[in-house]
């Protein structure tokens, strides 16, 4: 059965400190694809990554990095010299490429303090 | 480019009303369609998904209904709302089975 698992109910970070946003997750499909998943105080679940299975290269998108490793099933999300503005709850997701649905963890909450 | 829909943003019912939120999306065609709702502070629990028009499978036993009357528009209904279907109610839609989803901007449901 598919799980996500993200450990960290809330994190308080003060503005420019770096946070690391765990995600571990179980499957037993070997195709198989993690997302990220943004949802600021206005409630729309905005989409920040996708990442297959056979594709283990860490990804930077501006202040974003994702950590994929199968080794460990983590998939850890970044944020570098963070702002106000990344204060959000943030979502790990698993879909399997033989299932139909995602399963999604219970979610972060990231508070970035000024 | 795709958009989704969702009205209304917010709905305040009492308890024993009837209830119906609307989905539609634009830009695409045979999407996947999903309902989500989020509790006060929770996760997303998957309420039912459609695979095409007329298709609904229901991952929850509960109060709500779905239907999917046009490719590209879902619906949420209940006959009689309880106080325990309060929630942030999401829809969803994907290309593919296991696809990325793509969400619109919900719909905030208080029942009284």
């Known amino acids: 059965a598919q799980k996500v698992t993200q450990a960290q109910t809330e994190i308080s970070v003060v503005e420019k400190e770096d946070v690391t946003l765990d995600c571990v997750y179980e499957?037993?499909?070997?195709?198989?694809?993690l997302f990220w998943y943004k949802q600021p105080p206005s409630g729309e679940l905005v989409f920040l990554i996708r990442r297959n299975s056979f594709d283990e290269q860490n990804e930077i998108s501006g202040r974003y990095s994702w950590n994929f490793q199968k080794s460990t099933s983590s998939f850890n999300f970044t944020i570098t010299a963070s702002q106000v503005v990344d204060s959000a709850v943030y979502f790990c997701a698993l879909s399997e490429a033989g299932g139909q649905n995602f399963v999604f963890g219970p979610g972060t909450r990231l508070s970035v303090l000024p | 480019s795709q958009t989704i829909h969702q009205w209304p943003a917010t709905l305040v019912q009492p308890v024993g009303s009837p209830l119906s939120l609307e989905c539609t999306v634009e830009?695409?065609?045979?999407?996947?369609l999903y309902w989500y709702r989020q509790a006060a502070g929770r996760g997303l629990q998957l309420l039912f998904y459609?695979?095409?028009?007329?298709?609904i499978s229901s991952e929850v036993p509960q109060n709500l209904s779905a239907s999917r009357p046009q490719d590209r528009q879902f619906i949420l209904s209940s006959k009689k709302l309880l106080l325990s279907d309060s929630g942030f109610y999401l829809c969803?839609?994907?290309?593919?089975?296991?696809?990325?989803?793509?969400f619109g901007p919900g719909t905030r449901l208080t029942v009284l």
């Open positions: 459609s695979v095409g028009i007329g298709q």
């Open positions: 969803a839609w994907s290309r593919r089975r296991a696809d990325t989803q793509y």
């Open positions: 830009g695409t065609s045979n999407p996947n």
């Open positions: 499957t037993r499909d070997t195709t198989y694809y």
